[in-house]
């Protein structure tokens, strides 16, 4: 039995799908802004105030492993219904929320260490969605974008667990953009178009890979294209992949690089 914690974004549903199509037996705490999950009959809907209530439902189920999969955004903590254990552990997931929502997933995965339940990578059952070394497109990077890729990995070897920022946009030396809390959509937004750059997404230094890995798809080569940009940079196996086949042939189309350090 595997429980899950599943948020919004395509990924937890391909994480539900692969588990079903194994034949895992599983249960659902949805995370998800609009009860996504809700048709689903071993889905359950627990405030992230009530601990008690999941740390119980966890144990009934006998469940020994559970994995995070899709964005789990910060609640309105004013608003939060909490139990004695809410009431125990939600200080340390408030100072989290300050930092950021991969922050808050490690709080609770600390939590839930505590109380003697193993958190597994997301991408558990879904190894094939995290890419590994390689040039994957007919582009490949020219000598200006080996620049760009040795400055963005330099960049995350300083940053801390808890930043938000996982890309960047950089051309040759130059840092053209950071992600923000809003997420890379909107950081390539606010470049101007035909930046010749490329976008690099990598785990931040001593990142928990059990949840929040860079995660790409064909929304984001479709805003790479719109931007002008060169290319895309993750890191081997710690990455999420969504839509490959679509994304490899919207990249060679449009000549856009793929690649996997």
């Not at 659902?28 to 008690?52: A, M, V």
């Not at 144990?59 to 254990?85: C, E, H, T, W, Y």
């Not at 939600?90 to 808050?104: E, F, L, Q």
């Not at 920022?165 to 809390?181: T, Y």
Request: hydrophobic content about 40%.
């Amino acid at each position: 039995m595997i429980g899950l914690f599943l948020g919004d974004t395509d990924f937890s549903d391909i994480v539900l799908k692969k588990i079903k199509k194994q034949k895992i037996k599983y249960f659902i705490i949805d995370f998800s802004k609009k009860n996504k999950f809700k048709r689903d009959k071993h889905s359950f809907r627990i405030s992230i105030g009530k601990f008690g209530s999941i740390i119980n439902l966890i144990k009934q189920k006998k469940s020994k492993r559970v994995l995070f999969a899709g964005k789990i955004a910060k609640p309105n903590f004013s608003s939060l219904r909490l139990d004695f254990k809410g009431i125990y552990y939600m200080p340390s997931v408030i100072r989290a929320a300050k930092i950021g929502d991969a922050a808050i997933i490690k709080s609770i995965i600390k939590i839930l260490n505590n109380e003697g339940i193993k958190v597994i990578s997301s991408v558990s059952f879904n190894p094939e969605l995290s890419l590994k070394r390689g040039n994957y497109t007919k582009l490949k990077p020219n000598k200006q974008d080996l620049i760009s890729i040795n400055k963005g990995k330099v960049f995350f070897k300083k940053t801390k667990s808890l930043d938000h920022i996982q890309a960047l946009v950089v051309k040759g030396s130059n840092i053209l953009a950071k992600e923000g809390k809003e997420g890379t959509k909107k950081m390539l937004s606010k470049l101007k178009k035909q930046t010749d750059g490329i976008l690099i997404k990598l785990p931040k230094r001593k990142q928990d890979l059990r949840m929040d890995l860079p995660t790409i798809g064909l929304q984001t080569f479709v805003d790479i294209k719109k931007y002008g940009l060169r290319g895309v940079v993750l890191q081997s196996k710690k990455n999420i992949f969504l839509d490959k086949a679509e994304c490899i042939k919207f990249a060679n189309k449009n000549k856009i690089f793929i690649n996997i350090i």
